[in-house]
C-alpha cells in the first residue's frame, strides 16, 4: 500500500503534497523508503522516493538509518515521495543524496522522519514501540555522520589502518611515530565528538544492529573496526599489549577531551551498555540504564526516557510505556516514582538538582534534559570503583501524596549548613583563571574554621576523596589531601605569583616536592618536569570537574564539604535511609525542597550509620515538595 493524495482542490499546494495512509496494526505494518536512482543524470535533480508498507511478521529486506534530525530552524529541502511533495530538513536531505548515488538502486530503508506520521501520537507511540525490532532486524544501520568535516577522511584513514594490523605492534608503534599521526588522532577524537554522538536515539539504534556502517561524506568503516580501534587506544594509554609509551598522551600531550574521546566515546559506550544489558549478573532498572546515556541529548525531552524504553523495558523489572501525549514533567515523575517504588533506594534522588528545573517538576524528580551543563555528580556509574555507601546497608521507605506529589522520606540528620566559601566564577572545568581565585577563598575559609587537621580534609573535599590504589601513586592515603593542596599551590603559581599564597599552602607545596624526591629515589626513577606537571595537572583537573559548579561550606559538628548550588546558610544536611550521598535539604514553609546531593567528608562511607546506632544522632521524616 502506497500513500495517497489529500482530498484538497485539485492544484492547491496541500494536493501536490504527500499524504500519509493509514498503517495496519493488526498486520505489525511499518513503511520503508525506496530511494529511486538519480533521473537523467542531472547532479542536482531532487531527490525521489516511493514510500511503502511491509509487515514485521514477513520476511523483508532493508536498511534502518541513524542520523540526528537537526534543529527545526535548520534549511528545509523538497524531495519527491510517489511524486509528491515532502519536506525534509538539511542533514536527511544530505544523506538521501549520499546515497541516491553511493546505493544499489531501489534499495529499502527505514528511516523515523518520513517513515513515521510525526503528526499522529497514537502511530508515533506505536511505531516508536516498534524501534529496537525495527533496527534488530534490518539487514545493515547505516550511521550517517554527516558531510566530511575537520579533516574526518584522515580519521577513517587512521581506523582503517590500525585495525587492518592490529595483531602488529612494530607497525602500530611505526605508524603512531608518523609526522602526521597527531593530525589524525586529533581528527579521530573530532569525529568521536561529533553531535551525531550525543542523541539518545542512537544507542539504542547501534546496540541492537546486526551490522553498523559508519559513513561521513564519502568514506565509511564497519563499527566494529572503529570498537577495536578504541580498544586498542585504551590498551596503548594503559602501556599494555606490548606497548611501552602512552603514545595518546604523547601525540595529544594537551588535548585532554581528544584523548578521552579516542578512548571512551563513540563505539565504546555501545560496547559498555551492550555488555550491562546483556550481564547476567542482575537485571538493571530503568534508572541505571537512563545513568549509562545520561549525558547524552534529545531534541524532545521525552526521548531521554523513550528514547531507551526498547532496550531498558526488555532487561528491567519496570517498564516504561511510550506515551507522547504525556507532558515532560509527567514522564520524569513516572520513572522516579516507578524506581522508588520498585528498588527501594533511593539512588535516583541523588540526581535532583533544584539550580536547574525548567519543567517546574517536584524538587524530588530529577530532570534529564538539563544533562549538557558539565555538572558532574558524584557517581558515575561507569566507574564503580568511587561508588559511595553513606547510609550502609539500609533500606528506604517511601510515600507519596497525590496532591502536588509529595514525596516523604526518612533521613539520619547531621547538622545544618553554618558557612558557605565564595560562589564560584568558573565558566567551565577548564576556567583556570577564576579555579585559582575560588581555591584560595575556599583554603580561607577552611583555615579559619578552627578544626585540627582540616588540611588532609581539605584536600580530600577538593577531590571529593576519589582516591584508590589505582590512581594515588606511591602516596599514601592518609597523606594524599596534603598532595593534593601540593598540586593546587604549584597550579595556582601559573596564574598568580607565590607571594600572594598563604605560607602554610607554599610549605604544602615544599613538603610535596620534597616528598616526591623520597619516593623517586625509593623506585630508583627521577620522572621530568612534565611528566611531574602533568601529574598535578591531571588532580587539579579532576577537582576543577567538582568544584566549578558548586559551593564549599562548613557545616555544624566540624563537618566541610562540597553542595550544589542553591545551598544556604541554615540548609540541613543529612544522610536520607537508601540513599548513597548526604543530601541537603532547605526548609520552605514547613515543608522542605531538596538543593542536591553533597559530599561531607568523613560521612561518605556508613559513619551516619554508625552514630545513628549509638545513640549519637536521629532519624527524622521529611515532606520533599
Not at 73 to 83: A, E, G, P, R, V
Not at 257 to 271: D, H, I, P, S
Not at 404 to 423: D, P, W
Request: hydrophobic residues 35%; charged residues 25%.
Amino acid at each position: 500500500m502506497c500513500g495517497q493524495l489529500d482530498d484538497g482542490t485539485s492544484g492547491s499546494l496541500q494536493s501536490r503534497s504527500f499524504r500519509y495512509t493509514a498503517l495496519d496494526s493488526a498486520r505489525n505494518e511499518i513503511r520503508l523508503l525506496r530511494i529511486l536512482p538519480r533521473q537523467n543524470g542531472h547532479e542536482l535533480a531532487t531527490v525521489h522516493c516511493e514510500i511503502i508498507h511491509a509487515s514485521l511478521d514477513e520476511s523483508i529486506s532493508y536498511r534502518a538509518l541513524s542520523y540526528t534530525w537537526s534543529s527545526p530552524w535548520d534549511s528545509q529541502h523538497t524531495i519527491k515521495l510517489n511524486n509528491l511533495d515532502f519536506s525534509v530538513r538539511e542533514n536527511l536531505w544530505l544523506v538521501l543524496l549520499q546515497l541516491q548515488t553511493s546505493s544499489e538502486p531501489g534499495f529499502s530503508i527505514w528511516i523515523d522522519a518520513v517513515c513515521i506520521d510525526q503528526t499522529e501520537t497514537r502511530e508515533r507511540n506505536e511505531q516508536v514501540s516498534k524501534m529496537k525490532t525495527i533496527y534488530e532486524r534490518a539487514e545493515e544501520v547505516i550511521a550517517w555522520l554527516g558531510p566530511s568535516f575537520d579533516n574526518s577522511h584522515l580519521a577513517f584513514q587512521l581506523v582503517w589502518e590500525l585495525h587492518a594490523h592490529s595483531d602488529d605492534v612494530n607497525w602500530i608503534k611505526q605508524r603512531l611515530r608518523h609526522p602526521r599521526a597527531p593530525e589524525s588522532l586529533v581528527a579521530f577524537g573530532a569525529l568521536l565528538m561529533h553531535d551525531y554522538w550525543s542523541r539518545m536515539w542512537i544507542v539504542q539504534e547501534l546496540a541492537v544492529a546486526k551490522r553498523t556502517l559508519l559513513q561521513c561524506g564519502i568514506d565509511s568503516v564497519d563499527a566494529r573496526s572503529m570498537s577495536e580501534v578504541q580498544k586498542l587506544f585504551t590498551s596503548i594509554s594503559r602501556k599494555e599489549g606490548g606497548y611501552d609509551e602512552d603514545y595518546i598522551m604523547l601525540l595529544l600531550p594537551t588535548n585532554a577531551r581528544a584523548r578521552a574521546a579516542v578512548q571512551f566515546r563513540g563505539m565504546t559506550e555501545v560496547r559498555e551498555l551492550q555488555e550491562v544489558l546483556t550481564s547476567r549478573q542482575r537485571q538493571v532498572s530503568f534508572f541505571e540504564c537512563v545513568l549509562h546515556n545520561s549525558l547524552k541529548g534529545a531534541t524532545d525531552p521525552r526521548d531521554m526516557i523513550y528514547g531507551l524504553a526498547g532496550l531498558a523495558n526488555t532487561n528491567d523489572i519496570y517498564r516504561i510505556e511510550v506515551d507522547y501525549s504525556l507532558g515532560v514533567d509527567e514522564v520524569y515523575i513516572d520513572l522516579a516514582k516507578r524506581e522508588l517504588r520498585t528498588c527501594k533506594a533511593l539512588n535516583i534522588l541523588t540526581r535532583a538538582r533544584l539550580s536547574l528545573n525548567p519543567h517546574k517538576l517536584p524538587s524530588w524528580v530529577p530532570d534529564w534534559s538539563t544533562n549538557s551543563d558539565h555538572h558532574k555528580y558524584l557517581y558515575d556509574i561507569k566507574v564503580p570503583e568511587y561508588a559511595y555507601s553513606a547510609s550502609g546497608s539500609s533500606r528506604c521507605g517511601v510515600a507519596f501524596t497525590d496532591f502536588k506529589n509529595v514525596l516523604k522520606i526518612t533521613a539520619v540528620v547531621l547538622g545544618y549548613v553554618e558557612a558557605l566559601g565564595e560562589a564560584s566564577s568558573m565558566e567551565n572545568e577548564d576556567d583556570s583563571q577564576n579555579a585559582s581565585h575560588l581555591f584560595l577563598d575556599w583554603w580561607s575559609l577552611a583555615e579559619g574554621s578552627g578544626v585540627d587537621g582540616f588540611q588532609e580534609g581539605f584536600g580530600r573535599t577538593l577531590i571529593c576523596n576519589r582516591v584508590s590504589d589505582r590512581n594515588r601513586g606511591l602516596w599514601n592515603k592518609d597523606e594524599f589531601g596534603s598532595f593534593v593542596l601540593g598540586t593546587w599551590v604549584d597550579f595556582c603559581r601559573a596564574n598568580s605569583s607565590m607571594s600572594s599564597i598563604d605560607p602554610v599552602l607554599v610549605e604544602f607545596y615544599s613538603r610535596m616536592q620534597e616528598r616526591d624526591r623520597e619516593l623517586e629515589e625509593s623506585i630508583g626513577h627521577e620522572y621530568k618536569e612534565e611528566e611531574r606537571r602533568d601529574v598535578f595537572r591531571r588532580w587539579t583537573q579532576t577537582s576543577a570537574n567538582f568544584i566549578w559548579d558548586r559551593r564549599f561550606f562548613l557545616g555544624s559538628s566540624n563537618m566541610m564539604g562540597l553542595a550544589t548550588e542553591g545551598v544556604q546558610r541554615g540548609d540541613i544536611i543529612c544522610v536520607p535511609l537508601g540513599c548513597p550521598h548526604p543530601m541537603i535539604f532547605q526548609p520552605v514553609d514547613g515543608h522542605y525542597v531538596v538543593i542536591g546531593e553533597a559530599f561531607v567528608d568523613g560521612y561518605m562511607y556508613g559513619k551516619a550509620m554508625e552514630k545513628l546506632e549509638r545513640g549519637e544522632l536521629k532519624l527524622e521524616t521529611f515532606e520533599l515538595h
